[in-house]
């Protein structure tokens, strides 16, 4: 469990900066999930690549989520696929489509339109599985499936 929580803790710094620095500064994260399993495809900016077996989901105070994935290796690419959690739809009880509107990079945010669909990884291994395509054609997408361990859930923002 240690080696898991070094390996969260140095990644949620990374990729709080990269969301802070590509989004609005008024906005702050308030929970952070990470999981751990099988990444089986990680592409970013149509180059596929091979992936970490570590995935996030952010929670914003403002109704934003996101679900980060890794590139494998010293160095590897952050990308996480955001869009407003209002719009998020209930197809069946543990699974859900999270509509995704941009992707968030070292560079900033790339505008793009897509979804996420994901399952419950409180009920055993679950699929997160996200698709998105940019106006001018470039492809994002990250498929990953829980080792069916329970998440490790972290509060942040105000705690006053």
Do not use: H, W
């Not at 739809?89 to 790339?110: E, T, Y």
């Amino acid at each position: 469990m240690i080696p898991r929580l070094f390996t969260i803790s140095s990644l949620l710094i990374n990729i709080i900066g990269v969301a802070a620095s590509a989004q609005d500064t008024d906005r702050q994260m308030a929970f952070l999930m990470a999981v751990s399993g099988t990444c089986a495809k990680l592409v970013i900016d149509g180059e596929a690549m091979p992936c970490d077996g570590n995935l996030f989901n952010t929670d914003y105070d403002d109704g934003r989520i996101g679900f980060a994935f890794m590139a494998e290796g010293p160095g590897g690419k952050i990308i996480t696929f955001s869009g407003q959690g209002q719009e998020q739809q209930s197809p069946s009880a543990n699974v859900r489509i999270q509509p995704i509107d941009g992707v968030v990079l070292a560079g900033g945010i790339q505008l793009v339109e897509g979804e996420c669909l994901f399952e419950n990884p409180y009920a055993g291994p679950a699929r997160i599985e996200c698709a998105a395509r940019s106006s001018s054609g470039l492809q994002y997408v990250g498929r990953f499936l829980t080792d069916g361990e329970e998440p490790v859930m972290i509060e942040l923002g105000d705690q006053d």
